[in-house]
């Protein structure tokens, strides 16, 4: 109860809240008594307060080992600020600064001590730890973004297998693992190679009900995003989320002559005009940051009231830490995106050009079709993201595009058929366009020129327009079925698991799109 006591004063009278969020009081209370805990908190839960509260209770200094080498700076600033004594030590400081938090390391004077992992792995830190658990004692470890331990994750980091060390070399000193990456293999594997099978988890719900989510078809992106504005949020502040720089600023300069208050921001620009524009989206109202994805790590506006996507994010985990970024406050806010076909065959291409390793390649190929299948799920928005990271949602939250007009499903097997025929037939090197027009039966030039008006499935199509052709594409491309080609022209070809389909092995049910989008051409896609 002490603790509890003490805790709360330091709550209130150093760090300025009034009160604990969520598990977080629960959370301090058992690392101050010592116990080893896992913490599984989304991005702006509160995860710091976890363990620099504990590191200020008991005696000695807590040792926390981050890979954010650029956030170490920021967050003991604002240690610094409320008085505390708070340092780090990675390769971004000069030798002579170094030494001096050594020093000051040394002399017992440090509360909280931020490490790279690869500072704090080598034989002679470990020594110097020794030396000051001897002296001055260690408050605790807090092993901060735990997922790097993962090897199936993005941020794979191979020094933080060896973490296993702390628990060798000190075992009476508690240990925090912390992460806003919460899906259950991940989370295992955390357990698992840090040794933490006796730690208690903490894990916080990850929903965050007072966000609506939609997704919708790209049809006329800025007439679209337009009429959200106007109609939504004429005067709220919120974050555009776009794919390349170029697009960014050109988003920014379109909606600024229409009269917005938008500013661009992304990582090719100068950075006093980045710092500057970040400063007034947080400084003053109903500010609209038109951004890359460089945007927002470590951003805190609590009333951003809407984030939309003009482009798809790369993966749900993005999507969910992007649209996140609204209604800290924990009003209602608005998570809107658009996408079409072009977004998904951009996306494979962008994954399939790059030179990362092919086991990597894979692994993104897979939280891209994530999250195009739930971008095309008919379920409760809340469900679907929950359920990616494996926690349950009652569904039918009200609120989002799914609850509020439930989408009609339509037996799209025979229509999916015609269209991996037509892929097939006409040697899997078209993009939907082309494939598309060959169903139609029109004789363009190009058809023209490949002679496809002699292919089998040529006209075969008719029952359906252009529009709906076009979203038997994307959905055949977002479930798996079809995938676009190496070389780059966007061509489709048919995958493994088109065959029980063609075989007449299995149905496809295909998610029928709103009449706006069927009624209109398919030039708006982009
Ligand atoms: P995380 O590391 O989980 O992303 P942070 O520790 O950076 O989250 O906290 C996110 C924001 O919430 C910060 O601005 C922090 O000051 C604030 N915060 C944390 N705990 C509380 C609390 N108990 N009351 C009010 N604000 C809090
Ligand atoms: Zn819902």
């Given amino acids: 109860m002490q603790a509890n006591t003490a ?51 008991r005696p000695g200094v ?17 240690l610094r600020q409320l008085g505390i004594q708070a ?62 331990v993962s090897q199936w994750g993005h941020d794979f980091r191979p020094e933080y297998r060896q973490l296993t060390v ?22 295992n594997e955390i357990v698992e190679r840090l040794g933490l099978e006796h730690a208690r988890q903490f894990i916080s719900s990850f929903d965050r009900p007072n966000i609506r989510y939609r997704v919708a078809l790209k049809n006329n992106a800025r007439k679209q995003l337009l009429g959200f504005l106007e109609s939504e949020h004429p005067n ?67 009333n951003v009231r809407f984030v939309v996507h003009l482009d798809l994010p790369k993966s749900m985990e993005g999507y969910y830490q992007e649209t996140g970024r609204a209604g800290r406050d924990g009003l209602d806010a608005d998570a809107w995106m658009v996408y079409g076909l072009g977004d998904v065959v951009n996306m494979r291409q962008l994954l399939d050009g790059s030179d990362t390793p092919e086991e990597r390649k894979r692994l993104e190929r897979q939280k891209l079709d994530a999250l195009l299948g739930f971008c095309e799920s008919t379920a409760c ?79 075969i199509g008719k029952a359906l327009n252009q529009a709906q052709w076009s979203s038997v594409f994307r959905q055949l491309v977002a479930s798996g079925l079809l995938s676009t080609d190496m070389e780059g022209y966007g061509g489709l070809r048919l995958t493994e698991e088109a065959r029980p389909l063609l075989r007449g092995e299995t149905e496809i049910w295909l998610r029928s799109d709103p009449p706006d989008v069927r009624a209109s051409s398919s030039k708006a896609e982009r």
């Fill in 7 to 57: 805790a709360q004063q330091l709550l209130e009278q150093t760090f300025g809240y009034s009160a604990f969020r969520g598990e977080q009081e629960a959370i301090v209370n058992h690392v101050v008594d010592g116990g080893d805990a896992l913490v599984l908190m989304p991005t702006g839960g509160g995860k710091s307060l976890c363990y620099q509260i504990p590191s200020l209770l």
């Fill in 62 to 78: 807590g040792i926390v080992v981050s890979p954010l080498i650029a956030l170490m700076q920021d967050q003991v600033d604002a």
């Fill in 87 to 148: 340092a780090f030590l990675n390769s971004s400081l000069d030798a002579d600064t170094a030494r001096h938090v050594y020093q000051a390391l040394m002399r017992g004077e440090l509360k909280v001590l931020y490490v790279a992992p690869e500072r704090l792995m080598t034989p002679s830190f470990l020594s110097t730890l020794h030396d000051i658990q001897q002296r001055f004692g260690i408050a605790l470890f807090a092993i901060d973004e735990a997922h790097c």
């Fill in 166 to 187: 702390l628990h060798e070399e000190f075992p009476e000193v508690p240990r925090i693992a912390l992460t806003a990456t919460a899906d259950t293999p991940t989370r």
């Fill in 236 to 302: 709220d502040a919120g974050i555009i989320y776009c794919l390349s720089r170029r697009k960014v600023e050109e988003t920014a300069a379109w909606l600024k002559e229409q009269g917005w208050d938008a500013l661009p921001y992304h990582a090719g620009l100068d950075a006093t005009v980045r710092q500057a524009n970040q400063q007034r989206f947080l400084r003053e109202e109903g500010i609209i940051m038109v951004a890359t994805v460089a945007f927002g790590m470590g951003i805190d506006k609590p």
């Fill in 381 to 459: 928005r809340h469900q679907a993201i929950l359920r990616y990271f494996g926690e349950q949602h009652p569904g039918n939250c009200g609120q989002c595009d799914n609850c509020l007009s439930p989408v009609d499903t339509w037996n799209g097997t025979e229509a999916a058929r015609m269209a991996l025929s037509c892929v097939f037939r006409s040697g899997q090197r078209f993009g939907a366009g082309h494939l598309i027009d060959i169903l139609l039966g029109k004789t363009t030039e190009q058809i023209k020129r490949f002679n496809h008006q002699s292919l089998s499935t040529f006209g």
